[in-house]
């Protein structure tokens, strides 16, 4: 009798957790431990990440925040010393059994911290994603270059030469030739590791109106250096420090010192790291 | 005043050159001379060839008889005939078959060892193939007399084995661990994140390999090819015993054929020093030589501009 009602009582929590939840879960991350050979970079990550939401990773080097990434997009397959254990769950699917990796990766846009234009032409380097899905039609091509280029706040500066070779380009413009790039996927999830290492100021400040643009149409995780970088555009971070994700939290509520750990205080205020 | 002579004292050695000095000059001057003995050994034989033909070159030399005949019958006592177009048909035919069988299984097995194997696999394949590129090219001359000639006779019910066939075969085999070797190296060169990136994509593997991995490695493969090539024309004893010898422009691939390198190989010895016949015999290896340098020139020329990029 005590039972059924506990039972009842539980159910009719997680009802009302659900409801005042709202938003969609995009990325359900449980138990997740990246090593390297016998070394873990990352050990029991526990977070969810929600649809449309920017969420800030910050935290210094060493952290584990490019493992955490690698693992997200199941880049452990190309590095055969990566271990991964855990669960993710993307758009409630656990991404280990997959039965075809490449349609999750190409929902998933990825820019690297260090620029990375292919030996290919602008154009081809953003026609490359939408040629894999398929499309051949060179307006449609044409179309989606520009779009994504003038999103990425490229496209004054190449619209004239987008045939010569993408790798030529500086590192601030391949940097936003990586962002268009993956934005060509018209992702999903929109993974940034540090995008502002190799970028202007300048340009800095017009990608990341870019970014709060680019909320209602996708989930964007931002890893980043920059602690007021993560203030400005996440609306949730996590903090990550030597392996362990210390926590989660609300941006301004972390920023205003409503912290479990101390340590996340002392890391926003420079005090170390 | 004493400081002023212990300056005195050490401004002395500035003068004064100590065993180290030499020691150091001695090295320099050996690692020069090892330097440039490439070049001198380069200019010097081919001086020497060019000496050794030049009688035949500047007294009966025929540029349409030289390369347009077909007839080579240098032993005729009469009227010998040096016509080399034969010969560069034999050469030519064997190394364009070698090619059309190494060109894929070279860049095959570059691929996987470059891109699809791991670990163990990778190390394993690399020093075999290494191996292979080891082999003395008299083996697999004995190979070609003794395995492939009588396979080839029996397989195709043809009179001989000894034909554009087996010695394609045996020096495609011969061509493709260089070749294999240095595709793999240019393979290698591509770096990594242009891998991750494509992949980031949803690049399949494939995708990732035909669309960003062989453009990126374009020069190093096409060096790798060329050196293929140079190889198959200054190929001699594989190729002297595995094409039958017989002098002949061939119509299919089961004509014996005879090649430059093997003629000289197989001539030189029995003709008398300073005969017509002997310096024509150096004037094919002028023109192997000028060949062979233009194939390495070029593939090192597609080698260095994949680095200047």
């Known amino acids: 009798m005590v039972d059924t009602m506990l039972e009842a009582m539980v159910q009719r929590k997680s009802e009302t957790e659900s409801t005042a939840e709202q938003k969609k879960i995009k990325l359900d991350i449980s138990d997740l431990t990246v090593s390297y050979g016998k070394e873990a970079a990352i050990s029991d990550v526990n977070f969810k990440i929600y649809e449309n939401e920017i969420f800030g990773i910050i935290g210094p080097a060493n952290a584990g925040k490019t493992s955490f990434l690698k693992a997200l997009n199941l880049m452990n397959t190309f590095d055969a010393n990566m271990k991964v254990e855990g669960k993710i769950l993307f758009n409630g699917r656990d991404i ?111 990608i990341e109106e870019v970014l709060k643009e680019l909320k209602n149409e996708m989930t964007i995780i931002l890893v980043t250096n920059l602690v007021q970088q993560a203030r400005r555009l996440a609306d949730r971070t996590a903090f990550f420090l030597e392996g362990e994700c210390i926590e989660t939290g609300d941006t301004e509520a972390l920023f205003n010192g409503q912290v479990e750990n101390s340590k996340t205080t002392d890391y926003i205020e420079g005090r170390f790291g | ?221 096409l060096g790798a090819i060329l050196l293929g090539v140079g190889r198959g024309f200054g190929e001699t004893m594989a190729v002297l015993m595995a094409t039958g010898h017989a002098v002949n422009i061939p119509g299919s691939v089961f004509d014996s054929v005879r090649a430059l390198t093997a003629t000289i190989a197989a001539e030189l010895g029995e003709t008398a020093v300073g005969s017509e016949h002997y310096q024509v015999l150096f004037t094919i290896g002028i023109f192997l030589f000028l060949i062979t340098f233009v194939i390495n020139l070029t593939a090192d020329l597609i080698v260095r501009g994949i680095k200047n990029q």
């Not at chain 1, 520009?146 to 987008?162: F, P």
């Open chain 1, 96 to 206: 280990h059994q997959l039965k075809n990796v490449y349609a999750l990766r190409s929902r998933i846009g990825v820019v690297f911290p260090l620029p990375v234009g292919l030996p290919m032409t602008v154009y081809e380097n953003v026609a490359l994603s939408p040629r894999l899905r398929g499309i051949k039609d060179k307006a449609s091509l044409d179309e989606i270059v520009q779009r994504c280029l003038q999103r990425s706040a490229l496209w004054d500066e190449v619209k004239d030469r987008l045939d010569s070779l993408g790798s030529l380009l500086s590192g601030g413009q391949q940097q936003r030739l990586t962002i268009a790039r993956a934005l060509s996927q018209e992702p999903e999830l929109l993974i940034l590791d540090e995008f502002s290492i190799a970028v202007d100021p300048v340009t800095t400040m017009r």
């Open chain 2, 1 to 221: 005043m004493t400081t002023t002579q212990t300056r005195e004292a050490m401004n002395e050695q500035f003068d004064r050159r100590t065993l180290d000095w030499y020691i150091d000059k001695l090295v320099e001057i050996i690692v020069f001379i090892s330097g440039i003995s490439a070049i001198i050994f380069v200019v010097g034989i081919f001086v020497f060839v060019t000496m050794e033909g030049m009688g035949f070159l500047f007294d009966s030399f025929s540029f349409s008889e030289f390369f347009g005949s077909e007839y080579w019958e240098p032993s005729d006592e009469d009227a010998p005939e040096y016509g080399i177009l034969a010969l560069i048909a034999g050469t030519a035919s064997v190394t364009g078959l070698a090619m059309l069988i190494a060109i894929p299984f070279s860049l095959g097995t570059a691929i996987y060892i470059a891109e699809f194997s791991t670990g163990k696999t990778r190390e394993y394949l690399k020093v075999l193939v290494e191996l292979l590129a080891a082999i003395p090219s008299v083996v697999w001359g004995f190979i070609g007399l003794t395995i492939m000639n009588p396979l080839i006779i029996e397989i195709f019910d043809v009179p001989v084995g000894l034909t554009v066939l087996n010695a394609g075969i045996i020096l495609g085999l011969m061509a493709a661990p260089i070749m294999t070797s240095i595709a793999e190296d240019a393979l290698k060169a591509v770096p990594d994140r242009y891998r991750e990136a494509a992949e980031a994509l949803g690049a399949t593997r494939w995708q990732v390999i035909y669309k960003t991995v062989l453009p990126a490695a374009k020069n190093g493969l």
